[in-house]
């Protein structure tokens, strides 16, 4: 039997070959619609798996992580660390992409008719730089019970901070809470690994179903943008992430990519960040020896706030659609499209297309028509494979990094969590 490492890796590349193999046969078979019917039947038992396990392992990840690293006074260390990378690792992110866009000029004499009607139909949903502040604070600090039935990760992370901070002033008070916080992370581990044994099968009926049911004349049709955004996201993939990596910590990115391939994959095939995190979290702490309170830190704030490939993504986007309707954007209001894109990133919820609503805040900041988010939609879902794997990436290659990163700068570096 292979290890699940090549059991995800054959999966994968099984299910877009089904895919492709699906989508040439005549239209109304019989045989495609019951491979489409079963194949979406695993891909949302596996997705549901992931998502029943994902807020609960986020919060006691939190709480355990946080106590341990306050009880060492690291806390305040790996804050800092964290949130330098994160703004580094997104502005190298945007910096390629407005680059590559200026260069390659995407959309550039496409002609804006072919999409006429989807933009007609089309009502875009509003969200101004002041609405989308609004929104953020909103939902920073929530009733718990109503943070973890909604999936509110953001709200849950700051839930979780507060208590494992708690946890370590409150001292031996609190000691019996801090054990079953331990323990039930330990026994949600175990249930990962469980629903991880899931995965080649899940993998094989997400991208399976992701080739066959793609709208082959449309994705043609904005080719250049597809290979662009491609091409350019994965720059960012292959060489400034690992780049970073290497000159913080001196790993190679093989080394890397061998340890993070099953999140990389499962983030490629559920497009969702927060999907992929007990699968990240697994990978960080067994394959890349992270220490679980960095990775219980890092890896969730990762999820929701970092997303280099999001906003690679929203940059390229803004400057694609700006070239179809004909408007040059100035040096000042590609600075504009930067900071708007780097907030709309942060704010994005690790969820399949999440990118697409806050894509809206920075075709607004320069006065681009939101309506062209009605072009961006149906080429979506194929964009989104890339950029979540990537988002994933940055978030399991800052784990690596704060965590050594934090260790070298503690008094006493063997002072291991
Ligand atoms: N799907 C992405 C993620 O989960 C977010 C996005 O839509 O850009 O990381």
Known sequence: MPSLNRQILI?????????????????????????LYASTLVSSAFLGLLRMILIPLIFTSI????????????????????????????SLAMLVALLAANWFEPGAGLSLQLFAEAMADFEARQLTLPEFFQHFFANLFQNPFTAFSTNNILSVVVFALFIG?????????????????????????????WIMRLAPLGILALLLRLVAEQDAALLLTVLGFIV?????????????????????TRRSPLWFWRGAREALITAFATSSSAATLPISMRCAQ????????????????????????????????????????????????????????????????????????????????????????????????????????????????????????????????????
């Open 63 to 90: 709480v355990v992580g946080v106590a341990n690293l306050q009880a060492h006074h690291q806390v305040h260390r790996v804050w800092v660390i964290t949130l330098c990378y994160f703004v580094i690792t997104v």
């Open 165 to 193: 901070i708690a946890l370590v002033a409150g001292g031996e008070r609190f000691s019996a809470i801090g054990e079953l916080m331990r323990q039930m992370l330990d026994m949600l581990l175990l249930i990962t690994g």
């Open 286 to 417: 067994h394959n890349l020896g992270v220490r679980q309170g960095v990775a219980g830190f890092v890896l969730p704030l990762g999820a929701t706030m970092n997303m280099d490939g999001t906003a690679l993504y929203e940059a390229a986007a803004a400057l694609f659609v700006a070239n179809l309707v004909g408007i040059e954007l100035s040096f000042g209001q590609q600075m504009v499209v930067f900071f708007t894109a780097m907030i709309a990133s942060t704010g994005a919820p690790g969820i399949p297309s999440s990118g697409m609503v806050t894509m809206v805040m920075v075709l607004q900041a320069v006065g681009l028509p939101a309506e062209a988010i009605a072009i961006l939609l149906p080429i979506d879902r194929v964009l989104d494979t890339i950029r979540t794997a990537v988002n994933v990436e940055g978030d399991l290659i800052g784990s690596v990094v704060v965590d050594h990163l934090a260790a070298e700068q503690a008094e006493n570096p063997r002072d291991r969590v």
């Open 228 to 248: 662009l955004v491609f091409a350019t996201t994965l720059f960012h993939g292959v060489v400034v992430l690992p780049g970073v990596l290497y000159l913080a």
């Open 11 to 35: 999966a994968a590349c099984l299910g877009l070959a089904l895919g492709w193999l699906l989508s040439i046969l005549p239209e109304g078979s019989e045989t495609a619609s019951a491979v």
